[in-house]
């Protein structure tokens, strides 16, 4: 029997976490982390927007009602600690990313700062042996040791998210609902008696951007270094002006404010100008990109790879060969083009359903 430290959100995966640790004769201590995020409870829409976006995040004073009531119908010990000034480093590289052109991705950056960081530190104070979260991934025992696996069920697979965590830390996380499939986990929920969390909707936004109104966020955090400026084509022709490039992405096509009379899409942004250039689908494919920050899950590998990719969340994943390189970088090379490969996005390295590790996408590569 481990004495594990679980972060218990509120939701389902959680909570259900939770019962499964308690039946594998683990001493389970719950941990809520408070950001400091609340959600509005007035302006356009009033209440009913409010409760609406309050279902889609995590984090909120409800979900820390939710789990606290986990854990006493569990009989657990629970915490919940405030880890504002951490997660306010998170909004504030969220906003920069935005300001420099690229399109972060603040969860793989909470889950290695936050969940799997200050959570393991938390566990040692505690003497706990394992931190465990309500993730949908694997640790598997490999001939390196501890390896992180995809999760069974493909359509939440969240492994993806994880590439940031210290590989010495794999021997001490758990991943209780991994080998199940949603259904199950759900399924779970209620037989254990948790009702009031086992048809809680998924978390699908960030959690301090309800709505998927990023912009706000990177204004009310950075307003000065938000410029207009102009809309061009590849021969630097202007279509259009805009009011700033922390309202586009890479591979965007809606909202644009132009008409060519044709799709456009957004393919590149460049900040030192407060320029945007557009163009046609064709030219948003790459054969490949480069990665910094990597990484590694496994043994830092000395020679080239073949396995596969993913660039985004949703993404499917695409056959590469994965080259390493010095300081940290790593040459991807699609199997086939693949478009919007987007800067300060994550890219995440697999063979087979083993997480090799990853990093932050830094350019595409044309050819």
Same mark, same amino acid.
């Given at each position: 029997?481990?004495? +594990?430290?679980?972060?218990?959100?509120?939701?389902?995966?959680?909570?259900?976490?939770? +019962?499964?640790?308690?039946?594998?004769?683990?001493? @389970?201590?719950? #941990?809520?982390?408070? =950001?400091?995020?609340?959600?509005?409870?007035?302006?356009?829409?009033?209440? *009913?927007?409010?409760?609406?976006?309050?279902?889609?995040?995590?984090?909120?004073?409800? *979900?820390?009602?939710?789990?606290?009531?986990?854990?006493?119908?569990?009989?657990?010990?629970?915490?919940?600690?405030?880890?504002?000034?951490?997660? *306010?480093?998170?909004?504030?590289?969220?906003?920069?990313?935005?300001?420099?052109?690229?399109?972060?991705?603040?969860?793989? @950056?909470?889950?290695?700062? #936050?969940?799997?960081?200050?959570?393991?530190?938390?566990?040692?104070?505690?003497?706990?042996?394992?931190?465990?979260?309500?993730?949908?991934?694997?640790?598997?025992?490999?001939?390196?040791?501890?390896?992180?696996?995809?999760?069974?069920?493909?359509?939440? *697979?969240?492994?993806?998210?994880?590439?940031?965590?210290?590989?010495?830390?794999?021997?001490?996380?758990?991943?209780?609902?991994?080998?199940? =499939?949603?259904?199950?986990?759900?399924?779970?929920?209620?037989?254990?008696? #948790?009702?009031?969390?086992?048809?809680?909707?998924?978390?699908?936004?960030?959690?301090? +951007?309800?709505?998927?109104?990023?912009?706000?966020?990177?204004?009310?955090?950075?307003?000065?270094?938000?410029?207009?400026?102009?809309?061009?084509?590849?021969?630097?022709?202007?279509?259009?002006?805009?009011?700033?490039?922390?309202?586009? =992405?890479?591979?965007?096509?809606?909202?644009?404010?132009?008409?060519?009379?044709?799709?456009?899409?957004?393919?590149?942004?460049?900040?030192?100008?407060?320029?945007? @250039?557009?163009?046609?689908?064709?030219?948003?494919?790459?054969?490949?990109?480069?990665?910094?920050?990597?990484?590694?899950?496994?043994? =830092?590998?000395?020679?080239?790879?073949?396995?596969?990719?993913?660039?985004?969340?949703?993404?499917?994943? +695409?056959?590469?060969?994965?080259?390493?390189?010095?300081?940290?970088?790593?040459?991807?090379?699609?199997?086939?083009?693949?478009?919007?490969?987007?800067?300060?996005?994550?890219?995440?390295?697999?063979?087979?359903?083993?997480?090799?590790?990853?990093?932050?996408?830094?350019?595409?590569?044309?050819?």
């Amino acid at each position: 029997m481990a004495r +594990v430290v679980l972060a218990m959100s509120g939701g389902v995966d959680s909570s259900a976490s939770a +019962v499964l640790l308690r039946r594998q004769g683990h001493e @389970v201590i719950g #941990l809520f982390m408070r =950001t400091g995020v609340e959600y509005p409870s007035s302006g356009p829409g009033g209440e *009913d927007r409010s409760r609406a976006e309050h279902k889609k995040g995590c984090c909120s004073v409800r *979900d820390a009602w939710d789990a606290r009531r986990v854990a006493d119908r569990l009989g657990i010990p629970f915490y919940a600690i405030d880890f504002r000034a951490e997660f *306010d480093r998170i909004i504030d590289y969220f906003a920069d990313e935005y300001v420099r052109g690229r399109t972060p991705n603040p969860c793989v @950056v909470c889950n290695t700062w #936050l969940k799997f960081g200050q959570l393991w530190e938390f566990a040692r104070q505690l003497d706990a042996d394992c931190i465990a979260t309500g993730h949908y991934a694997r640790i598997v025992r490999g001939a390196d040791g501890a390896e992180l696996h995809r999760g069974i069920d493909a359509s939440k *697979d969240q492994s993806y998210v994880l590439w940031g965590i210290r590989r010495e830390l794999l021997p001490h996380i758990l991943f209780p609902v991994g080998n199940s =499939t949603k259904q199950e986990i759900r399924a779970l929920a209620r037989e254990a008696g #948790l009702e009031h969390v086992a048809d809680k909707p998924d978390s699908v936004e960030i959690c301090f +951007v309800p709505g998927g109104r990023h912009s706000e966020v990177v204004r009310a955090r950075r307003p000065e270094a938000v410029r207009p400026g102009v809309i061009v084509d590849r021969q630097g022709r202007v279509l259009g002006e805009h009011d700033g490039i922390d309202r586009f =992405t890479i591979g965007q096509r809606k909202g644009l404010g132009i008409a060519t009379g044709r799709r456009q899409f957004v393919l590149e942004l460049l900040p030192e100008t407060q320029t945007v @250039v557009v163009g046609d689908y064709e030219e948003l494919l790459a054969v490949g990109l480069e990665a910094e920050g990597v990484n590694w899950l496994c043994p =830092t590998p000395e020679e080239e790879i073949e396995g596969w990719v993913k660039i985004r969340y949703r993404h499917p994943g +695409v056959a590469a060969v994965i080259q390493p390189r010095e300081a940290g970088r790593v040459i991807v090379r699609f199997a086939s083009a693949q478009p919007a490969v987007t800067p300060g996005q994550a890219v995440a390295f697999y063979v087979g359903s083993r997480l090799l590790g990853g990093g932050w996408i830094a350019r595409a590569l044309r050819e």
